[in-house]
Structure formats: C-alpha cells, structure tokens
C-alpha cells in the first residue's frame, strides 16, 4: 500500500489555501458520496478516504504537522511494508524531540554546564574515572526533563504524535477500530519523541563535555 498523500486525495496542490480545500472537499463528498452512487462498490471507501484527507489538512494545525511529518526536508520515495511506514514516523518524531531539547539546552549554557558537574561526579564515583557515560546521560535526562519542558512544547508533541497516529491509520498500519493497537502504535510514537528528548539532551551536554 503507498502511503496515502492527503493532498492528492483532495485534488489540490500543497499550496492550496484552507478555503479551496474546505472547497474541494465538499464538491468531492457531493461527487462520491453513496447515496448519489448507489450501484458503486467503492463509494463508501473513497468517502472514507477523503474525509480522512480532510480532517488532516482540514485542519490549520493538523496541517501543519502533516506538511511537517510527511514531506521533511524532502520527498521519500513510497513504502510498502507497515513496520518500514511505522519506523518512519517514529525516526521523524525522534528527530523532532532531538532538536527540540538539543535547542533548548545549548541557550542555557550556565545549566549544561552544571549538569554536567553533576554528571561527572556521579561517573567518578561509580567507575573511578571520568567519561562520558551515555547510560548515566539517558538516566539524569530522564530526572530532569519536565525542567526543560513547557506547555506549548506539549501542546507541539501532542499535535505532532495526533497526526502522526492518524497518519498511522490512513496507511494502514492500524486500524482504528482496533483499540489496543491503535493505543499501542501511538504509544510507540509518543515513545520516539521521549527518546528523542533525551537523546538532544545528550547531544547538548556532549557538544561542551570535555574528559578530566
């Protein structure tokens, strides 16, 4: 199965403003719509298909997120097996919790150099030595991370992992009337961007880390 492209769905460029899409959509729902169809077998489908192109790029935040989560930097080739479509994503999102943290911590450089003090007091004190230790980096990341986080950095993960999930579904990677899967594929994406998190942490630390 490719991965479904919303915009293609819909009929328009990925310029389109929300009104020719809000327009788009309602002549495309009047076009298939089953009841107008009633001897088509694929009505009911593609009126799934294109309310589902519809509340993505719908919708002004969820837009954004697709436009982000979908393209990147640059336009991928299509995939066929779902776990390759799932990894995907959650390389996406870890990429996106990465270079959030890894924002942050390289403003605060007064606190990365105190994380690091503690960080190297606590790898003298269990190995005799100084280095930098990944698995204590992860751990402390994990003690301290909500210092770093804000409410509108939620919010942004929050509407990141929707899309994300709802992306799932389209390509069929899960169904949505499958609960626990449903639950579970999103949970394995809010997972990546945790990670993510703790790894831009890492990487701010490492970048002014410097052996003793």
Do not use: C
Not at 51 to 62: F, H, M, Q, R, S
Not at 79 to 102: A, T, W, Y
Not at 146 to 172: H, I, N, P, Y
Not at 188 to 199: D, N, P, V, W, Y
Request: charged share 40%; no cysteine; aromatic share 8%.
């Amino acid at each position: 199965m490719a991965r479904m492209d919303f915009y293609r769905v819909l009929g328009v460029s990925r310029e389109a403003s929300d009104d020719d899409i809000k327009k788009a959509y309602r002549k495309l729902v009047f076009q298939h719509h089953p009841d107008r169809n009633p001897d088509s077998k694929d009505a009911e489908a593609k009126i799934r298909e294109i309310n589902a192109a519809y509340e993505i790029v719908g919708d002004a935040e969820k837009r954004r997120s697709y436009d982000r989560l979908y393209w990147g930097d640059e336009p991928r080739a299509d995939v066929v097996d779902p776990s390759v479509i799932l990894h995907d994503m959650e390389q996406k999102l870890f990429d996106e919790g990465r270079k959030e943290l890894f924002a942050v911590l390289v403003k605060n450089v007064a606190r990365v150099k105190a994380e690091l003090a503690l960080l190297r007091e606590r790898t003298v004190a269990d190995q005799g030595y100084d280095s930098f230790r990944e698995d204590l980096v992860a751990a402390r990341a994990a003690e301290v991370m909500d210092d770093f986080l804000t409410d509108e950095m939620e919010g942004r993960k929050g509407r990141l992992v929707e899309v994300a999930a709802e992306m799932m579904v389209s390509q069929g990677v899960v169904k949505k009337s499958d609960e626990g899967g449903f639950r579970s594929v999103r949970g394995a994406l809010e997972e990546s961007f945790r990670k993510g998190r703790i790894h831009g942490y890492a990487s701010a630390l490492e970048l002014f880390y410097e052996r003793r």
